[in-house]
């Protein structure tokens, strides 16, 4: 009995899918409902290096249709604006996990402060989202990312208690959704 050979869809769709460079290369953690906020949930892309790109969590209500960015702003304070962060020198920015990184300001009146989630210095903003907040709801977790941070060489292994893998803040999020649709 022969077969019939197939078809480049068919083997296509048998191979696995081939994993993102953020796939490859970072271990995905979640803060959920930073500073007490509801869903306002973070995402901390952690690299073997130590280095942490901080970005927004995909149930992070800026990243929900129908929202529209007007602007965002890295300016914290009268007296801090995380623009002005010197990477090189003595002098580096040591954020803590609470320390704000940036303001989101929507169309609809809305107010997001995007907090660090990790302990570390403050290596660089990402000022392409000033220019074009569009894709840091397109693309989060690559060109829309929202900083980079590094931890200190000791506190590496430490700085993700607290934080939750990506199977558990699933699960976070099921709860959310299972308990949204109970209420209605």
């Known amino acids: 009995m ?3 050979p197939e078809t480049p869809v068919a083997a296509s769709a048998k191979e696995p899918a081939v994993p993102s460079l953020v796939d490859r290369y970072f ?7 930073v500073k007490g906020k509801p869903c306002e949930d ?8 130590r280095i ?5 969590a995909g149930s992070h209500p800026v990243l929900q249709s129908g929202k529209v960015i007007k602007s965002i702003s890295y300016q914290i304070s009268t007296n801090c604006s995380r623009l002005q962060n010197k990477v090189s020198g003595k002098f580096k920015r040591f954020l803590t996990e609470l320390a704000p990184l940036c303001k989101i300001y929507c169309s609809d009146g809305e107010e997001y402060t995007i907090s660090s989630c990790v302990r570390g210095r403050l290596m660089e ?3 392409n989202i000033l220019h074009e907040p569009s894709i840091l709801q397109e693309k989060p977790s690559t060109e829309g990312y929202i900083a980079v941070v590094l931890p200190k060489f000791e506190e590496s292994k430490s700085i993700t208690e607290g934080l939750l893998t990506q199977k558990q803040y699933e699960e976070v999020v099921v709860k959310r959704i299972s308990a949204t ?4």
């Not at 271990?27 to 409902?33: F, G």
């Not at 973070?42 to 290096?49: A, E, F, P, R, Y």
């Not at 649709?181 to 209605?184: E, G, I, L, V």
């Open 52 to 56: 942490c790109v901080i970005t927004l």
């Open 125 to 127: 903003v990402n000022e």
């Open 181 to 184: 649709t109970a209420t209605s």
């Open 42 to 49: 973070h995402c901390i892309l952690q690299h073997s290096n």
């Open 27 to 33: 271990t995905r953690w979640y803060k959920a409902d």
């Open 2 to 4: 022969a077969t019939e």
